[in-house]
C-alpha cells in the first residue's frame, strides 16, 4: 500500500522559504509522476508541481520562479522548495504520486506566510 506523508510546513514570514518533505512506502518515487498540491480555505484544491518519472516538471503559473520540485530516488522522498513566499501561498500542502492510474495522497502539511 503507498503512502506518503509530508514534513516540514510551518509559519514563515513573506519573503522566506521552506522546504517540504513528502516520505513515500516503497520505490514508488521513481516511478510514479510525483507532485505537490494545496488548498487554500474555501478553495479547490490546486496542483502546485510535478514531477514524472523522466525528471520532467511542471508548475503553477503562480510559482514558477519561486517553487522547485526536486526528488531523491534513494530516499523515496520527493521535496518542494519555496522561496519568495507570499501571503497568498498560504494553504495545506499534500504530496500527490499517480501510479497504476491512481491516485495516492498525504495527510497535508500546513504552510502559513505571514505579512
Known amino acids: 500500500q503507498v503512502q506518503l506523508v509530508e514534513s516540514g510546513g510551518g509559519l514563515v514570514q513573506t519573503g522566506g522559504s521552506l522546504r517540504l518533505s513528502c516520505a513515500a512506502s516503497g520505490s514508488i518515487v521513481s516511478n510514479s509522476r510525483m507532485g505537490w498540491y494545496r488548498q487554500a480555505p474555501a478553495k479547490q484544491r490546486e496542483l502546485v508541481a510535478v514531477?514524472?518519472?523522466?525528471?520532467?516538471?511542471n508548475y503553477a503559473d503562480s510559482v514558477k520562479g519561486r517553487f522547485t520540485i526536486s526528488r531523491d530516488n534513494a530516499k523515496n522522498t520527493v521535496y518542494l522548495q519555496m522561496n519568495s513566499l507570499k501571503p497568498e501561498d498560504t494553504a495545506v500542502y499534500y504530496c500527490?504520486?499517480?501510479?497504476?492510474?491512481?491516485?495516492?495522497w498525504g495527510q497535508g502539511t500546513q504552510v502559513t506566510v505571514s505579512s
Open positions: 514531477i514524472t518519472s523522466g525528471g520532467i516538471t
Open positions: 500527490n504520486s499517480y501510479l497504476g492510474y491512481r491516485d495516492y
